[in-house]
């Protein structure tokens, strides 16, 4: 038995360590599923759709070859380049020793790109240029399309070669240099190769099968492949054909339009129909369209150290990004995209899978094995799992009560007729005695070693709620339970002890219990929190501490201690080391690796809640159940280079004007709008990425302005400025790095020396007086001003989220303000500091407006419904100078009077506020309409606009407009649905019940 289980756990190690030795059946085994793909075409900045050559400055950006375009790609977007531009369509690019790029095209000829603007040398080359090469001493051999060749230094030709010089052709399509040193032309009409000014030429008379060379690649082994037209590859060895690709050897297509040469032996051929082909010894494996490629239709293919594959087609761009995680697969190839619910290595080293509704699977002898689909006595409802000391599996079911797991079977063992409190089983757990603990959503019912009953809790006096969701027992003996409400309980020497959010939990919903190699104990809960059990007490780790916020619904360690948490939106990485020094002080800043789908990830959602959502097996590698399948990682593999990660900024704009990035630039005092923008280089995972930025000299702390690449300034006052910008990297943390830039706000003519000299004494006799009056009254103003938010900040806390989700924004903006005009008091800009306070003074009348409305909808008992319509009229007319091209309807005609709770007034003000707003500042929406309906005492709400529709799972996953929304709903015990086809309208509904008098 110990045999069969190394072989299994090298078996399993072999899959995630070393994927390029072949896996066995527990994961995908194709080379191809080790990449996440991401396409990009015209909708992502790609307008001329036909992707020709992809290459990797030294800077880190790639550049595009797009038919009439050339595109800066950083991973996160692209940057057109036109400067300089007399047309034609690109085809070719190379770099030189100083940075410049050379880019030939068909009717514009050879072109010099110096990274801002491009340069055409069309006089010298002729219109007609299609491949380029940078040789030695930064000579340019440009292939034209029908002059022959022609050998550029120093921006101009030194040399031309023709069919009169031995060439065998003059439309030439690619240029290669070979390890040797000679040049090999693909031309129209066969093959030439130049060495030492003699030309050697190959057709279909001495060994080519098609004389329409379409790519030419030189290997590192000395090899050089030559691509056809319409006859597939020939691979030439010391200048001699020696081997040809054909159909029957593997090729998809037999048009071949780019070769090039990856790692470990692998050669990828790039096809006009047939996708891309990944060569390696015998193995032969495809990639298409149908697999996810952009497009069938290849043109360039791009390979780099980084691990990247860019593959340029006919219909744009596929960046293939290589996986953390691989992903369960049943027969080797299809990934296994069922519900699943738990994860289990049994004493025997099987791997146990519990479904959704879909039985069960194990892994044994290299395969998985399908059990009964579902078994007629669990249901096929997966919910938990435990080992017992003989290492058999005991499962839990959703509605079937507890199993054990005897060879291949299920022999049923509890259920409510024999001691449980219900049969929905979510923990299990056996104690030191040797007693199964059962968690139900009933509370716990305990047996012993002979399948008796010896013990229940279910009453409030024994657990703070009876619904379970995780039962572990700890290495002191002791039983942790876990409650969907009432937080946490230790069982310990007969003492029960209550962990909930009186002692520091984030949420009483615990979702995982998990105990270190140090025996301390870990729960994770709703709302974002992580907290660690210390004596009778909790340190709680939550977002402002620096972790992703999450539900934190499973816990495991690896054999590095490493912690891993699975969350509703992906995984979270972070040393058990760094935690534990982060909670006594001597780390400031916890770092973590956060991972998602961009990843390989087949779900972010891993939010199953019970014991068994992930497992640890013999060999260290990690399993994560999740809503679509199982994802598995081997932890040492999962280490982001960040090192190409890079902010930047990209764009100074002046008054609508580009001015060239540098180092530093000045405003003059006419200069209105100042507009900066940035990105970063991301190309790993770009998603992730969002920016903060500081404007040293005006803000004190970092403005986190999430995905939004340009931060606008207007007005500022005269001075010495910083601007820097941070960025999330592909680890899902904030950089170290950062890009910056100075600037200087120049002073008006009065704020010169010689006209402050000129109009000193006139200035102190006549205006210091009034100045220094109309500067304290504003003070006082601000000192006024700043009092009430204080007051607004103490009601926040009482108020908490609704204040925050709509008073404070406007606060912020008026802080901000008032800092801003105290500069202008401070640096005698008068009249600048009087424009900004009359614009705050509306502002903060706005704010004080909607503090007063949130007020008065939680400070009644109940809310008339006639009155709440009333109020609600009086906001959409407050509101109408900012919808201008809406219009809005009310229909609210209820014949039965009905009241309303404050919790449903002021939550269904919200909802109605933030679907209007979306209408306008998304849907561009022309009308929008809410009606109310009531029947039966449950009143029906409509929310509908004729915008332009919405995609629902995009939308739900990328912002939390929508989620707010439906948690408010639930705040209510309000049924809630969105309804959109995607291209026009939004409609939303919703009920729930009122009180009528």
């Keep these: 038995m110990k045999g069969y289980k190394k072989l299994l756990a090298l078996s399993v190690f072999m899959v995630i360590a070393f994927p390029s030795l072949g896996q066995t059946k ?71 020793s100083k940075g410049n790029s050379w880019i030939p095209s068909i009717g514009a000829g050879l072109y010099k790109f110096n990274g801002d603007s491009l340069k055409s040398y069309v006089s010298q080359t002729g219109e007609l240029t299609k491949a380029v090469l940078v040789g030695e001493n930064d000579s340019v051999f440009v292939g034209t399309y029908g002059n022959g060749l022609k050998v550029f230094y120093q921006d101009s030709i030194y040399q031309t070669y023709t069919t009169e010089h031995g060439l065998v052709g003059e439309e030439i399509w690619t240029l290669e240099r070979d390890k040797v040193g000679r040049l090999w032309i693909g031309t129209n009409t066969g093959v030439s190769v130049l060495h030492e000014g003699i030309f050697k030429n190959f057709t279909t008379e001495n060994g080519l ?13 000395g090899e050089v492949w030559v691509g056809t037209d319409k006859e597939g590859i020939v691979i030439f060895k010391d200048q001699k054909p020696t081997k040809y690709l054909h159909t029957k050897e593997g090729l998809s297509n037999l048009l071949v ?167 929905y089983v979510r923990g299990l757990t056996f104690d ?222 002046i008054d609508d004007k580009i001015i060239e990035t540098q180092s530093s630039f000045k405003l003059k005092p006419d200069d209105k709008k100042l507009a900066i923008s940035y990105s970063a280089i991301n190309f790993l995972a770009p998603n992730k990425t969002d920016f903060r930025v500081q404007l040293v000299g005006i803000d004190e702390i970092w403005v986190n302005v999430e995905d939004r690449k340009t931060t606008y300034y207007d007005y500022l006052p005269d001075g010495d400025y910083t601007f820097i910008v941070s960025a999330i990297g592909p680890d899902g943390q904030w950089s170290d790095k950062t890009a910056s830039i100075s600037f200087t706000v120049l002073p008006p003519f009065y704020k010169t020396w010689w006209f402050m000299s000129l109009g000193l004494l006139g200035f102190i006799a006549i205006g210091a007086g009034g100045v220094q009056i109309r500067s304290n009254m504003k003070l006082r103003a601000l000192n006024r001003e700043l009092e009430t938010q204080q007051k607004i900040q103490k009601e926040r806390e009482r108020i908490s989220r609704e204040l925050h989700d709509n008073v404070g924004s406007q606060i912020t903006n008026l802080i901000t303000g008032i800092e801003v005009s105290n500069l202008h008091v401070k640096k005698n800009q008068q009249d600048e500091a009087l424009s900004l306070l009359e614009n705050l003074d509306s502002d903060a009348r706005g704010a004080m407006t909607d503090l007063r409305e949130t007020i008065w909808l939680l400070d009644k008992e109940m809310v008339e419904f006639g009155a709440f319509v009333e109020h609600l009229n009086g906001y959409l007319n407050r ?115 009122v009180k009528i008098p």
């Design 209 to 221: 099968p098609d004389n329409r060379v379409r790519t030419i690649k030189a290997l590192e082994n």
């Design 257 to 423: 339009q780019d070769i090039e040469e990856g790692t470990n032996g692998d050669v990828f051929i790039g096809t006009l129909g047939g996708g891309v082909i990944r060569f390696n010894k015998e193995v032969k494996e495809t990639i298409s369209k149908s697999e996810g490629l952009i497009s069938d239709e290849i043109n360039t293919i791009e390979i780099n150290s980084d691990g990247l594959i860019l593959i340029g087609t006919e219909d744009g761009l596929s960046v293939l990004v290589p996986k953390f995680f691989s992903t369960l697969s049943l027969n080797g190839k299809d990934p296994f995209e069922e519900e699943a619910v738990t994860l289990n290595q049994d004493g025997e080293g099987r791997i146990w899978l519990g479904t959704y509704g879909k039985g069960y699977r194990v892994y044994e002898d290299g395969n998985w094995l399908t059990l009964e689909n579902p078994p007629k006595e669990t249901n096929g409802y997966a919910q938990s799992g435990t080992l017992d000391t003989n290492g058999n599996l005991w499962v839990g079911t959703q509605g079937s009560g507890v199993f054990k797991i005897e060879g291949n079977s299920f022999v049923k063992k509890f259920t409510t007729q024999n001691g449980l409190l219900d049969d």
């Design 879 to 993: 509101q109408k100078r900012y919808l201008k091209g809406l219009e809005i309807k009310l229909n609210a005609s209820i014949d039965n009077e009905c009241v309303l709770e404050p919790g449903q007034s002021m939550n269904l003000t919200r909802i109605i506020q933030e679907a209007l707003n979306n209408s306008r500042k998304y849907a561009k929406a022309s009308e929008f309409i809410i009606s109310f309906r009531l029947e039966n005492q449950k009143l029906y709400v409509g929310l509908v606009d004729d915008g332009k529709g919405m995609d629902l799972d995009e939308e739900i996953n990328k912002g939390s407009g929508l989620k707010n929304m439906s948690h408010r709903a639930e705040e209510m015990d309000a049924k809630f649905q969105i309804k959109s086809d995607g291209a026009s309208g939004v409609e939303i509904e919703m009920s729930f019940d």
């Design 432 to 653: 030191k005695s040797g007693n199964l603990w059962v968690g139900s959503n009933k509370g716990i019912s305990v047996f012993d070693s002979e399948n008796e009953l010896i013990r229940t809790y279910s009453t409030t006096e024994e657990i703070p709620n009876p619904f379970c969701i995780t039962l572990i027992t700890a290495n002191d003996g002791s039983i942790w339970y876990g409650s969907y409400g009432g937080g946490a309980v230790r069982f310990k020497d007969g003492i029960s002890t209550i962990f909930d959010t009186g002692k520091g939990l984030r949420s009483d919903q615990v979702l995982s219990i998990y105990e270190d190699s140090n025996n301390d104990i870990w729960i994770g809960t709703f709302n974002y929190g992580l907290s660690k059990v210390v004596g009778d007490s909790l340190f709680t780790f939550s977002p402002k501490d620096g972790l992703p916020s999450a539900n934190y619904a499973g816990i495991v360690e690896d054999n590095s201690n490493t912690m891993w948490l699975a969350t509703g939106n992906g995984i979270t990485k972070v040393s058990l080391s760094d935690l534990n020094q982060y909670q006594n002080g001597s780390l400031p800043i916890l770092p973590y690796h956060y991972f998602n789908k961009e990843d390989g990830l087949i779900s972010d959602n891993l939010q199953a809640a019970n014991n068994s959502t992930v497992e640890k097996l013999e060999d260290g590698t990690l399993l994560f159940a999740s809503i679509d399948g199982v994802s598995a990682v081997n932890p040492e593999k999962t280490n982001f280079d960040v090192s190409a990660f890079q902010p930047y900024i990209d764009e100074i704009i």
């Design 26 to 96: 527990l994961t995908q085994e194709s080379f191809w599923s080790k990449y996440t793909i991401r396409n990009y075409g015209v909708d992502d900045g790609i307008f001329s759709q036909q992707v020709y050559k992809i290459q990797k400055d030294k800077k880190g950006f790639y550049w595009i070859v797009s038919n009439s375009e050339l595109l800066r790609f950083d991973g996160l977007g692209f940057k057109d380049f036109d400067k300089g531009s007399d047309g034609g369509t690109l085809y070719d690019m190379d770099e030189d």
